[in-house]
T-cell receptor
Framework: QKEVEQDPGPLSVPEGAIVSLNCTYS??????FMWYRQYSRKGPELLMY????GNKEDGRFTAQVDKSSKYISLFIRDSQPSDSATYLC?????????????FGAGTRLAVHP | GAGVSQSPSNKVTEKGKDVELRCDPISGHTALYWYRQSLGQGLEFLIYFQGNSAPDKSGLPSDRFSAERTGGSVSTLTIQRTQQEDSAVYLC?????????????????FGPGTRLTVL
């Protein structure tokens, strides 16, 4: 079993829809939770970062962490075609002197006009 | 400012050949990471450099893979005797600090990657 599980999709939604992306994990030592967005032929870029449990909102994006269930989510409101990308969850815990990131497989999202 | 750059952007090689992939991190970043991204597999950690400390090589899949970082800046990932299963996108990232004493995490900035195809 992988440490981080993420449904690869693809997920196709109409413009304006609310998108829900999720990851589950098995390592209870993870403390930091991130969402990266990766456009085609580009490197990932950090979208959201959350420490421990709770919610964090940034514009149309909301990240949720439920450590008791080992489950994290990213919600995108009023989705736009420009949101079409692969979304990768990543998490880390302090180990071996630094925070090593463990990534999910990524979910491909397509928002169509 | 300039981001992380990688070269070449694409590399096609024949099975058994050696390849070198280059990464130029953001100036002033002390930590540098290499990842491999295979189709549908997400990012797989390969190696981590932090300042002058010994690198964390725990993610290198075999002894055909090696990496070095000269002068605390540019890094080269070398794959010897390439195999078809080495075909993937190799991503480099850098961050300001790397270690954070468990108090937080600093952002990793990724380059565009090198797409390696082994025929």
């Amino acid at each position: 079993q992988k440490e981080v599980e993420q449904d690869p999709g693809p997920l196709s939604v109409p413009e304006g829809a609310i998108v829900s992306l999720n990851c589950t994990y098995s390592n209870s030592a993870f403390q930091y939770f991130m969402w990266y967005r990766q456009y085609s032929r580009k490197g990932p870029e950090l979208l959201m970062y959350t420490y421990s449990s709770g919610n964090k909102e940034d514009g149309r994006f909301t990240a949720q962490v439920d450590k008791s269930s080992k489950y994290i989510s990213l919600f995108i409101r009023d989705s736009q075609p420009s949101d079409s990308a692969t979304y990768l969850c990543a998490m880390s815990g302090f180990s071996g002197g630094y925070n090593k990131l463990i990534f999910g497989a990524g979910t491909r999202l397509a928002v169509h006009p | 400012g300039a981001g992380v750059s990688q070269s070449p952007s694409n590399k096609v090689t024949e099975k058994g050949k050696d390849v070198e992939l280059r990464c130029d991190p953001i100036s002033g970043h002390t930590a540098l990471y290499w990842y491999r991204q295979s189709l549908g597999q997400g990012l797989e950690f390969l190696i981590y450099f932090q300042g002058n400390s010994a690198p964390d090589k725990s993610g290198l899949p075999s002894d055909r893979f090696s990496a070095e970082r000269t002068g605390g800046s540019v890094s080269t990932l070398t794959i010897q005797r390439t195999q078809q299963e080495d075909s993937a996108v190799y991503l480099c990232a850098s961050s300001l600090v790397g270690t954070s004493g468990g108090r937080g995490t600093d952002t990793q900035y990724f380059g565009p990657g090198t797409r390696l195809t082994v025929l």
